[in-house]
């Protein structure tokens, strides 16, 4: 029909809401998936990520987590037809937008999203894996799967290249065959849209609160008779490091909602479940915009799947316009406030490299990505000789991706910073060794500067303009903390007091055991508050990043499944970056608290000022601006 879809021979809108099935632990899908449909959704509305299902070209994983059939047959069994974009580009504010780091092993400027041979190859070997595990799951062929998203938002993309999403577009058909309605998302004006459409694919739009009427005008125009689609309907918004949380007032959800609703249009809430971006998942903007650990996104279920008045609301609003499944809303998960742990200072990261590192480092002339060592993610220690004295020159590296931390003889020198300083000036003697701890903070994941995301060390580095060469490469890997008890055999607890020359990234673990109580584990959150930038890793799950002090997310999301009931011991390792509480600065001891909610709000007053000033002449000097009242719950 001509303003409509038709479903069954029956005209159909559909009220659908996104969720990620990586960033929500795969034990907890019905629930989310139980409240959605609990909440009068016809649909949800899923990502695919390759770089999950792909961690190495051709090695392929859909178990547990990655189970992508089994969330989706689910989907089914619980009443929710699904909305699949598979990409293979899903932007979502996921590591490098969904793409596998391996596709810059062999050359740094493969230019994804285009005909270009090299990214190609890789994504048709991806679609002739996974497209036919989608075929079954097709409605036609009795699955949930009603629509399938071509690219992804491809009008907002500097490239232009009809040829790349035309062989897209013949890839999905010729693998889902010619009855699965293909569909495009771009931005609601016609610049997206003239970029953005593919011949053959139905376009739609996306926008948030406001005024619907002139936002689905654009789609008018390339759709004259065809049904109105919001495909993602901006429920919140994305946090960054160092900016507000993200608020979207509850109201104009449901204004603009109505509006939507009123002109028969379908819509898709994105997002409806958040998530989290666990171990190293969270993506990046260009110019430094760095996405935190909570995905919670101001959505209607919170990052930990509650419920939310803005659930409510949207619940409510929905049943005015189409009756509501006779099942109760799922309540939301129990939490649990743990209490204090002591921590325990172990090593220092470089102390730790016979356990975290490699066998043996990889050698090369010049420094190596992390890529091209056949690392994806985490961190990566270079080392160099130092050749010559150098009194006082200029170290400089302009090639750090994205955060480096300098030693000389084990010794903190000073930090370079991507988005900050990539020079300062350093005392250095021949036969010293020279050291940089770098972190991959995440790879961008939207416009052209997604091109060129390499990480680690991506070009020379020079001293007083002498470019140093031979370089040994150590992937780190701090899972292996957890595998044949590497803490208590391999590395040992140190109780002496911690000094000022440990005061480089370190290891602290802590140990402890649930309260023997009915119905434990439950969720929980931990609270890094006194603590600076690092990692957390719990029972060897890697929670995610914390960066407390530049905010506005001071606690991490704790689901009960990676805790471990009474009597076992549940043991939390955290890679301090920057600073810990009881690093020989303060009194304060080394402590984390498990609290029963979340702080999410909490920024700095101003921008945080972490100079991270250099060792002058063997004496530490770390300059640190913040106004930490703004930090306390």
């Not at 003239?194 to 789609?219: K, L, Q, R, W």
């Not at 449901?254 to 998530?275: C, K, P």
């Not at 171990?279 to 903007?285: D, Q, R, T, V």
């Amino acid at each position: 029909m001509n303003n409509t879809f038709v479903k069954d021979g029956k005209p159909f809108r559909y009220i659908s809401g996104s969720i990620h099935y990586s960033r929500v632990p795969y034990e907890y899908w019905e629930d989310r998936l139980a409240k959605m449909y609990a909440a009068g959704l016809d649909a949800i509305q899923v990502y695919v990520t390759w770089n999950t299902h792909e961690p190495s070209p051709g090695v392929y994983d859909f178990s547990h987590q990655q189970d992508v059939v089994g969330f989706l047959r689910l989907a089914q069994k619980l009443g929710l037809l699904v909305i699949l974009r598979p990409g293979p580009y899903i932007c979502a504010e996921w590591e490098y937008g969904g793409f596998p780091a391996w596709l810059l092993r062999e050359d740094g400027d493969v230019k994804v999203r285009t005909m270009d041979p090299r990214y190609i190859s890789a994504m048709d070997r991806w679609l002739n894996v996974f497209l036919p595990k989608m075929a079954p799951l097709l409605y036609v062929n009795g699955g949930p799967i009603i629509m399938v998203q071509v690219e992804n938002e491809y009008g907002s993309y500097y490239a232009n290249d009809r040829l790349y999403t035309r062989h897209l577009r013949n890839e999905f058909t010729r693998y889902l065959g010619e009855d699965v309605l293909l569909f495009t998302t771009d931005g609601d004006s016609i610049g997206y849209l003239n970029s953005g459409t593919i011949d053959g694919v139905y376009p739609t739009v996306d926008f948030g609160p406001g005024n619907a009427s002139a936002a689905f005008e654009s789609m008018k125009t390339w759709n004259i008779q065809g049904p109105l689609v919001n495909s993602e309907f901006y429920a919140g918004w994305l946090d960054l490091w160092g900016k507000a949380h993200s608020r979207t007032s509850t109201k104009s959800i449901v204004d603009t909602l109505r509006q939507i609703l009123d002109m028969g249009a379908s819509v898709n809430f994105y997002m409806f479940e958040g998530g989290t971006n666990f171990g190293y998942m969270n993506g990046a903007e260009a110019g430094g915009g760095l996405c935190i650990t909570s995905y919670d996104y101001d959505a209607p279920l919170s990052e930990a799947g509650d419920i939310t008045p803005k659930y409510l609301a949207i619940r409510d609003t929905i049943s005015k316009y189409k009756k509501l499944p006779p099942v109760k809303i799922p309540p939301s998960t129990l939490k649990y406030a743990y209490g204090t742990v002591k921590m325990a200072y172990v090593k220092g990261v470089l102390d730790a490299l016979p356990v975290i590192g490699p066998p043996q480092p990889i050698t090369s002339q010049y420094p190596l990505s992390m890529e091209q060592v056949g690392q994806n993610y985490g961190f990566i220690l270079y080392r160099h000789l130092l050749k010559t004295t150098y009194p006082s020159a200029v170290l400089k590296a302009d090639g750090i991706r994205d955060r480096g931390y300098v030693f000389v003889d084990g010794m903190f020198r000073g930090l370079l910073d991507r988005y900050g300083t990539t020079s300062f000036n350093l005392l250095a003697v021949e036969g010293q060794e020279l050291s940089i701890l770098v972190e991959n903070q995440g790879r961008i994941n939207f416009g052209s500067q997604i091109l060129n995301n390499r990480k680690g060390i991506i070009s020379s580095v020079t001293l007083g303009g002498d470019t140093l060469v031979d370089w040994q490469m150590f992937p780190l890997n701090f899972e292996r903390l957890f595998e044949m008890q590497g803490l208590d055999n391999k590395l040992r607890f140190q109780s002496a007091p911690v000094t000022h020359s440990q005061l480089s990234p370190a290891i602290y673990t802590g140990q402890f055991v649930l309260p023997n109580v009915p119905d434990m584990p439950k969720d929980t959150y931990l609270n890094m508050q006194g603590w600076f930038k690092g990692q957390a890793f719990l029972n060897g799950f890697n929670l995610g990043r914390y960066w407390p002090v530049r905010g506005p997310q001071v606690t991490l999301y704790v689901p009960k499944t990676v805790l471990k009931p009474s009597p076992a011991q549940n043991v939390l390792v955290m890679v301090e970056l920057d600073r810990a509480p009881c690093d020989g600065h303060s009194t304060e001891p080394c402590t984390v608290t498990f609290v029963e909610s979340p702080i999410l709000n909490k920024t700095a007053t101003s921008s945080v000022t972490h100079s991270d000033t250099w060792l002058d002449k063997g004496k530490l000097s770390v300059e640190y601006s913040v106004d930490f009242e703004q930090l306390l719950p």
